[in-house]
Nanobody, 122 residues
Framework: VQLQASGGGLVQAGGSLRLACVLSGRTFSSYSMGWFRQSAGKEREFVSGISKYDGSTSYADSVKGRFTISRDNAKNTVYLQMNSLKPEDTALYYC????????????????WGQGTHVTVSS
């Protein structure tokens, strides 16, 4: 399985970005997907996840109401729409794939992408 994330960049506070992550090598619909992020000097943290079973979603409290995760099984892609971005959202964003249901625990994910940088200026 390979995961390729894209869509990061530099944006001003209050702006929006949409991240995308394409899974190849296996059947995308077999995996629940997650987004994680890591900023300088901090541990990796869960951002959002989406279940393969029913499309149910989960969000970190820090992004609820601002970020939206979605998936398109026909395109083997998971998206993270990020609105009302804040400087504290600056991080390297990773997508990850796991068997079975969604989870906020990074160690439960089997496959990881290379990350895409998001920088939010104040």
């Amino acid at each position: 399985v390979q995961l390729q994330a894209s869509g990061g960049g530099l944006v001003q506070a209050g702006g929006s970005l949409r991240l995308a992550c394409v899974l190849s090598g296996r059947t995308f619909s077999s995996y629940s997907m997650g987004w994680f992020r890591q900023s300088a000097g901090k541990e990796r943290e869960f951002v959002s996840g989406i279940s393969k079973y029913d499309g149910s979603t989960s969000y970190a409290d820090s992004v609820k109401g601002r970020f939206t995760i979605s998936r398109d099984n026909a395109k083997n892609t998971v998206y993270l729409q990020m609105n009302s971005l804040k400087p504290e959202d600056t991080a390297l964003y990773y997508c990850a794939a796991k068997m079975f249901g969604l989870s906020a625990r990074g160690y439960e994910y089997n496959y990881w992408g290379q990350g895409t940088h998001v920088t939010v200026s104040s």
